[in-house]
């Protein structure tokens, strides 16, 4: 049975901070954030604005892709690090709002950056074992650098939903291989209670990112027999605009092949929604035949690859809701340190 | 039906009155309407308060005032009807005189509005409106009558000056009425500067928050020798409802409840418009006297700015609205306003309403509106 | 608001379903049990499209405490394009661009919370269409 993602879409918050404006508050220097991570700015969610929220948006913009009736779908799975309860579920509220209650599965995943990509793959893989007609991965995020800190610099919101299905008329992309790569590395965590996450520095990186991120691509290109340059476009977890480049060079991409995916240094890093928006972004473009791989990083850490193959119903579709680039660019304000640290709670308000 | 009349009326001043609890503002208000009609006891009595609940955290005034006004065992009843809670609590009175059930009845209302803050008093408020579907979203009352506005702008091309020119204009009756709360002159200029609430509308486009109350006496027409004090008859009496929330109306540019009720009004008095010497009207913001004058068939749709600004509603135009004061000046106590419209307007008919008295008025309006028009309440008045 | 009160209303605040008269076609949101136009009493329940207009708007800016933190905001009476009006904030544009008749879509948005530990409550608000 090919099953495959039969449905995509993506949401992104309207408002815009730039690097600028967070080091002018802090001191920094905005130029080493713009040269030596290639970001430039990010996004900025609202007040009204949750995980949940930019879940709902981007799970209709999959479901008017996708054509089918929201009853069928018998998954929902919502991964992110920023769910706005601690305890009760992201999922059903998603759910519920698109109409696929109560003949439904809904679970919640956190896994840092990586809780994306970990629903699409168990909503594929239980399309694959047959225990579903369709089942949705989304990965979403409104996540929180410390005031300061490194990661304020890239720490946005957005989110995607991928409806995975295994019948052949709507299919957009069929999954042809899948590999995860998983370790104990302790390079960034959030206790608790705590706000604001912690990190280890400069052994985010090697240790951390690279090793994780090679290895699951490593590991499924082997898997799948297949080379570098059999693919059109490869997306990774883009937690700055400098990692992606490096792993694929690495591995032995060009910067072609992760161009069109690589949306950090305007968008931010949206954490769980990460690779997956960059995968809408691709698939908004590309041609069918195209072969596409994905491999995501969360911290803690692990990745999870996927290789596609685009079908010819991407070009039917890709209009039946906005475009990730559009999502982007178009409709943006631009928020000053003042609003957005409003926007992001950061002020202390008197207790009510 | 018998004719009914209203025999005595009393008033305190209007305010932030902080050493004063709800029933000492409602008691003293009532014993001034009992010794004006020279009665030291009632057969019943009502009492118009929108949220004591949500304001004082006291319910059940029916009770209490009866109680603290010295009437205890007699039937007194709280009426409700947000904003329009006097002017419905002073039908209930009429029809129970009218009736023939008791002869001797109090009408009254009160609202303490000051011990809560502005935010909490805000939402008090709201809840006259559609909590569920308008509230829900950050709706205040400001808000709904600020979108009247911008549409009737729209519609008829009401302008900025001709809102600002009602409040001058009430602000100015108001310098004349010793119980108003704010007595002061307010200009065009200094209305369209002040503080923004919901716009178009500012802060002087805005009835204030304001501790109150209002009580009358009515009995049978054909007791009113009796009595010392000349009556004032009541001849007309018109309610009417209309969808709670805004956004259910057609036509957001006019308000069919003052329509309705006034027709009633009309009908039962046997008046018609130009039968009017005076108006007191519900000027809960600049636009709702604009409105409510279209409504109400003083003024053509969309004649009711213009006529504003050109001073035709004055207290020496072609119909005087709000000599007191209004809402505006005078105070909006919410559960005590539309008492107060009677008040007044017994004042005037009996020409006793000193500086701000129109001259020759025989009959008189005063129209009450809860929410943002979802009830109203239209009573004609005569001189005797 | 308790959390029952939000609950009840999900299929309205969450799907944005309403209801039309079988007699006369009047679409009600919310849905009721009598229409208001010929008393009929059988409804045909939809969900409605996200699309409308606006019929007129403010800017509040003193709002009540519930709804201090997000003040100043616009708020609209929007005209649903399959029939119904509704209250709204409308979000996502400077307040300078709003105008009578200008098209809207209703998006999901936090619509309030019961302090930081309370129940959040959502539902949809609206955002101008620029496609």
């Known amino acids: 049975m090919v099953v495959g993602i039969v449905g995509y879409g993506a949401h992104i918050p309207r408002r815009r901070i730039k690097v600028e404006d967070i080091a002018k508050v802090w001191g920094a220097d905005a130029a080493s954030y713009k040269r030596g991570l290639e970001l430039f700015q990010k996004s900025v969610p609202a007040l009204d604005e949750d995980t949940i929220t930019l879940s709902v948006e981007a799970a209709r913009n999959a479901l008017a892709r996708s054509g089918i009736d929201p009853k069928d779908i018998g998954a929902v799975y919502v991964g992110s690090e920023s769910h706005p309860y601690a305890v009760k579920p992201s999922g059903v509220t998603v759910a519920e709002a698109i109409g696929a209650t109560p003949d439904c599965h809904c679970a919640d995943f956190e896994f840092a950056c990586k809780a994306g990509s970990e629903g699409m793959f168990v909503a594929y893989g239980l399309v694959k074992a047959g225990l579903i007609k369709y089942g949705m991965g989304i990965g979403a995020d409104t996540s929180q650098g410390a005031p300061g800190d490194a990661l304020e610099y890239s720490a946005a919101a957005g989110a995607a939903a991928f409806i995975m299905g295994a019948d052949e008329e709507r299919m957009i992309a069929t999954v042809d291989e899948t590999f995860s790569f998983m370790t104990d590395t302790p390079d960034f965590w959030r206790r608790e209670h705590q706000f604001y996450p912690a990190h280890g520095g400069r052994f985010t990186g090697e240790p951390a990112y690279f090793r994780t991120v090679t290895g699951a691509a490593r590991g499924i290109l082997e898997k799948s027999n297949l080379k570098p340059e059999d693919f059109k476009y490869v997306v990774f977890h883009q937690p700055n605009g400098k990692f992606p480049k490096r792993a694929a060079k690495i591995l032995g991409f060009s910067f072609e092949q992760i161009d069109v995916g690589r949306l950090v240094p305007w968008l931010g890093n949206t954490y769980s929604g990460s690779s997956p928006i960059g995968l809408t972004a691709i698939l908004d473009v590309a041609d069918p035949g195209d072969r596409i791989l994905m491999c995501s990083y969360g911290s803690g850490a692990g990745s999870d690859a996927f290789v596609f193959t685009v079908r010819d119903r991407v070009r039917e579709v890709r209009d039946l809701a906005p475009r990730t680039r559009w999502l982007m660019d178009e409709n943006v304000t631009y928020v000053e340190y003042g609003e957005y640290a409003k926007m992001r709670r950061k002020i202390r308000l008197a207790e009510k | 039906m018998r004719d009914v009349a209203v025999i005595g009326v009393g008033m305190q001043k209007w305010g932030e009155l902080w050493e004063k609890s709800t029933r000492d503002i409602f008691v003293e208000s009532a014993l001034l309407a009992m010794d004006d009609a020279g009665v030291d006891s009632l057969d019943a009595m009502y009492i118009g308060s929108m949220s004591p609940g949500l304001f004082t955290s006291q319910e059940h005034l029916g009770s209490v005032m009866a109680d603290y006004l ?291 008025a025989r009959v008189g309006l005063a129209q009450n509106m809860g929410g943002s028009g979802g009830s109203s309440v239209v009573h004609i008045l005569e001189v005797m | 608001m308790p959390p029952a009160r939000s609950w009840r209303a999900y299929p309205q605040t969450y799907r944005l379903e309403a209801a039309r008269c079988s007699k006369c076609g009047k679409a009600f949101f919310p849905p009721r049990l009598v229409c208001n136009k010929c008393n009929g009493r059988q409804f045909e329940h939809f969900e409605m499209k996200h699309t409308g207009k606006v019929v007129t708007h403010t800017i509040i800016r003193t709002p009540s405490d519930e709804f201090s933190g997000q003040a100043p905001f616009a708020l609209g009476i929007i005209q649903m394009d399959d029939g119904p009006r509704l209250t709204s904030q409308i979000v996502d544009l400077p307040f300078e661009e709003l105008r009578i008749g200008m098209p809207v879509r209703l998006e999901f948005r936090r619509i309030s919370s019961e302090g930081e530990a309370g129940a959040i409550h959502y539902g949809h608000k609206a955002v101008p269409v620029r496609i």
Not at chain 2, 89 to 96: N, Q, S, V, W
């Open chain 2, 70 to 360: 010295g009437q205890k065992s007699i039937p007194s009843t709280r009426v409700e009807s947000a904003c329009a809670s006097g002017g419905v609590a002073f039908r209930m009175a009429f029809m129970e005189v009218a009736s023939g059930m008791h002869d001797i009845v109090l009408a009254g209302g009160v609202e303490k509005m000051t011990d809560v803050g502005g935010g909490d008093a805000t939402h008090a408020l709201a809840t006259a409106a559609d909590m569920q579907w308008e509230g829900v979203q950050g709706v205040t009352f400001p808000g709904l009558y600020a979108m009247m506005a911008v549409a009737h702008m729209d519609k008829y091309g009401t302008t900025r000056e001709q809102l600002a020119a009602v409040a001058v204009k009430n602000h100015h009756n108001g310098t004349m009425n010793p119980r108003a709360q704010f007595r002061m002159e307010i200009t065009v200029e200094g209305v369209i500067n002040s503080t923004k609430v919901a716009d178009p509308l500012n802060i002087l486009d805005c009835s204030p928050i304001t501790d109150g109350a209002a009580a009358v006496i009515l009995v049978p027409a054909d007791m009113v020798k009796k009595f010392k004090k000349p009556g004032v008859k009541v001849i007309g009496s018109g309610h009417a409802t209309d969808t709670i929330a805004l956004h259910d109306r057609e036509d957001l540019t006019t308000l069919s409840a003052v329509t309705e009720a006034a027709e009633q009004a009309y009908k039962m008095s046997g008046k018609d418009t130009k039968d009017i010497d005076l108006a007191e009207v519900h000027d809960c913001f600049t636009i709702a006297e604009i409105i409510v004058s279209e409504s109400l068939g003083l003024f053509e749709r969309g004649k009711g700015g213009p006529a504003a600004e050109v001073g035709e509603t004055s207290l020496k135009g072609r119909i005087p609205i709000n000599a007191s004061g209004g809402l505006k000046s005078k105070g909006h106590p919410v559960g005590a306003t539309g008492v107060a419209q009677i008040v007044e307007l017994t004042e005037q008919l009996r020409g006793e309403a000193g500086d701000r008295q129109v001259s020759s």
